[in-house]
């Protein structure tokens, strides 16, 4: 009963395995997971998200989220064209910029690191907004609250840049809601 039971036992295991393997082919479906499909230690799906195309043979590749920089980019080209439409005369002679984050060699106020800067224009220079990228990204907790936070931002620097009342930039206080 020692080594020729378990022997024997094994065995039939394996030919029990081999009958399921077989009734498994037979199938028009199969139930076996692959490691390519499953969701490995919480990480979210591996693999092929779509089957390849019946008519080009080719999967379909799902659009990547854009990355940090092109959103804060994308926001910044929102806030200013909602200001052209509020407020259109307060963007006359005013160019945007967009840095990652502010130089050393500007005056910082105590230990505050500046969002973004206005800076006066001069006879061959027009006036100026620097919005400072990482900054804003790290007070913001989500990108709705970043695209909020870029527009307040924005509104604030004109306001500083042309005299005028932030109310008058932006009337309807736009600046709490979303786009």
């Not at 020729?4 to 094994?10: D, E, F, L, P, Y």
């Not at 693999?47 to 920089?69: D, E, F, I, Q, V």
């Not at 910044?76 to 990652?100: K, M, N, S, W, Y």
């Amino acid at each position: 009963m020692g080594s020729a039971a378990v022997s024997g036992s094994r065995a039939a295991v394996l030919r029990a395995l081999g009958e399921l393997g077989e009734r498994s082919n037979q199938n028009s479906y199969s139930a076996h997971v692959t490691s390519r499909s499953r969701d490995r230690h919480g990480r979210g799906l591996r693999g092929p998200l779509s089957l390849p195309n019946s008519l080009t043979t080719h999967r379909a590749h799902p659009p990547h989220p854009a990355s940090k920089a092109d959103f804060f980019t994308e926001a910044v080209h929102d806030a200013v064209d909602r200001i052209g439409l509020q407020c259109p005369d307060a963007l006359v002679g005013i160019t945007f910029g967009i840095e990652d984050v502010p130089h050393f060699d500007m005056a910082w106020s105590g230990d505050q690191v500046p969002l973004a800067a206005a800076l006066e224009g001069t006879a061959n220079q027009p006036s100026q907004v620097v919005v400072y990228r990482r900054p804003l990204e790290h007070r913001a907790v989500t990108r709705r609250g970043l695209r909020i936070l870029v527009y307040r931002t924005i509104v604030e620097q004109l306001a500083a840049l042309t005299g005028r009342s932030v109310d008058e930039i932006d009337p309807d206080g736009a600046g709490a809601e979303e786009d």
